[in-house]
């Protein structure tokens, strides 16, 4: 009966909005489809997420008046699930139970403001619940708290959006970014909860240059009171260029810092406001001891249905010790290549594979504060670092259908022993690794796990994309210590706005 009333709600409340056409395209798989089918075949630059809708007013919007009046929307949001998760221990029912609700604004088509707000309540399946409890937090979504034998947390994402003119967007918000073409990112992923940024995006010939500036929290997992969260703050610069309609070249860098150091309140450095790529000698200048990364992105599209894309992150390495093989504990890098293809063979056929390798330590750093993560999640990739991790989707969709199956298999180096590092969890100090030279990746307690998730999903209502949500998940995790596995099968009523990792 809830669930009718919940459609209900969005089949009314919707029934009167508009569409807009600045601000951004929400971040979720589904949604973005048709936006990277149009990069694939008209080229574009792809590799900075969230899209802004105005970016594609020529080729997916010309049915709608660029002088259309001011208007205002309000929508329900619903994360809703009710399965039964088996494991190797137990057989227990899960629940996830999440509502919300959206608002949007939009004056003059200069002018965006977007505000949603959910609630969940979950419970299960239990390797979430595993993670949640160890984290603090749940996984991509911030700080949990105990509700009963569950967990509570609150999701709220939104930005004003100002385009200022065709060549300058400002937008002010608390949510995420993403900075690749692959389903992961060693750059900048939309895995970890959401933060508050502001985003200058520059447009200019065939060149589309972000400065990102955010502020982020480190979590002390000894506990999840206010007391144990230290302030730090990322700056970022990233240069897409469209070299062709095939090709494009992107330049990555990232500094973080922490708000308050040994010696004094920092705050936001202004130092790093400097607009020019590159950090790096801003850094030396200030005899920063800041954590620095660096990287690029490249994506070919081979033909109008296929694109290959790649990606290389430095955190830091030496190429004497490179060259020597040595297995350096600071040869810090990490490599991604990948390919996907839409309409493939047959219209509505879509598939996409990629591989990902990350050595150890990549990502951390001495002073823990400074790593490159949020709320206890990862900034980039999911695993960390000390991974190798290997995924493949396949989807077909059918009108308003889709039927789709997603395959990951990973080795992760895990540490065996709380006081010794040995990479594979960026929240540790590199400072506590137990040598200098022989590291490799996977090192440590080296885990494997493997994941299918197979889903069937049916579009309700296309103005609010509330779906429902058909799924079997697999997931089996091993080591030399423990073994488990899950059978989870759900169904679920979605909306879909944004990305949910549980594929880790």
Not at 49 to 64: A, G
Not at 72 to 92: N, Q, R
Not at 123 to 134: A, E, I, K, N
Not at 377 to 394: T, V
């Amino acid at each position: 009966m809830k669930l009718i009333w919940i459609a209900f709600i969005f089949l009314t409340v919707n029934s009167v909005v508009a569409q807009d056409i600045i601000g951004n395209v929400p971040m979720h798989r589904y949604l973005e489809r048709k936006y990277v089918k149009d990069q694939i075949s008209n080229g574009g630059h792809s590799s900075i997420r969230p899209y802004l809708k105005e970016d594609f007013q020529d080729s997916l919007t010309k049915d709608i008046s660029l002088t259309s009046n001011d208007w205002f929307s309000v929508k329900a949001l619903s994360d809703i699930e009710l399965g039964t998760d088996k494991t190797t221990k137990e057989f227990d029912l899960a629940v996830r139970g999440g509502v919300g609700l959206g608002l949007t604004g939009t004056v003059k088509n200069r002018l965006s403001v977007v505000a949603n707000y959910l609630y969940n309540y979950v419970d299960g399946p239990s390797y979430v619940d595993s993670l949640t409890s160890d984290l603090g937090v749940s996984p991509g979504f911030g700080v949990a708290t105990k509700v009963g034998d569950a967990f509570g947390y609150h999701q709220l994402q939104g930005y004003i959006h100002f385009k200022a003119n065709k060549f300058f967007a400002l937008q002010l918000g608390n949510g995420k970014n993403f900075i690749g073409d692959g389903y992961r990112s060693l750059l900048l992923s939309d895995i970890s909860n959401n933060y508050p940024y502001f985003k200058i995006t520059t447009s200019v010939w065939n060149i589309k240059y972000i400065n990102l500036f955010t502020r982020q929290r480190h979590i002390d997992r000894l506990g999840d009171i206010s007391s144990k969260f230290s302030g730090k703050f990322t700056a970022t610069h990233y240069l897409d260029w469209s070299i062709s309609k095939s090709v494009n070249l992107g330049l990555f860098e990232s500094i973080v810092w922490q708000a308050q150091d040994t010696l004094l309140d920092r705050g936001f450095d202004l130092n790093y406001l400097n607009p020019i790529i590159f950090y790096r000698p801003v850094e030396y200048q200030q005899g920063s001891a800041d954590n620095a990364l660096m990287g690029l992105n490249l994506s070919v599209n081979i033909i109008k249905k296929l694109k290959v894309y790649g990606q290389f992150v430095i955190d830091e390495f030496l190429l004497d010790e490179v060259k020597a093989d040595s297995g350096w504990w600071a040869n810090k890098y990490g490599a991604q290549i990948g390919i996907k293809a839409h309409d493939f063979i047959i219209e509505g056929l879509d598939f996409q594979t990629e591989y990902s390798s990350v050595r150890p330590y990549t990502y951390s750093h001495g002073a823990s504060v400074q790593n490159y993560g949020h709320d206890n999640g990862s900034l980039a990739h999911p695993y960390g670092s000390n991974y190798r991790e290997w995924l493949s989707f396949i989807s077909y969709r059918k009108n308003k259908w889709i039927f789709e199956e997603q395959i990951s298999l990973a080795v992760h180096g895990e540490d065996s022993i709380s006081s010794v590092s040995y990479g594979g969890d960026l929240f540790q100090s590199y400072s506590n690794r137990p040598y200098n030279y022989g590291h490799f990746t996977g090192q440590g307690l080296k885990t494997s796990i493997f994941y299918s998730h197979l889903r069937i999903s049916y579009l309700i209502h296309a103005k609010s994309n509330l779906r429902a949500e058909l799924g079997y998940v697999f997931r089996e995790r091993k080591n030399g210590l423990e073994y488990e596995s899950n059978h989870y099968i759900y169904l679920g009523l979605k909306t879909n706005l944004w990305n949910r990792y549980n594929d880790y």
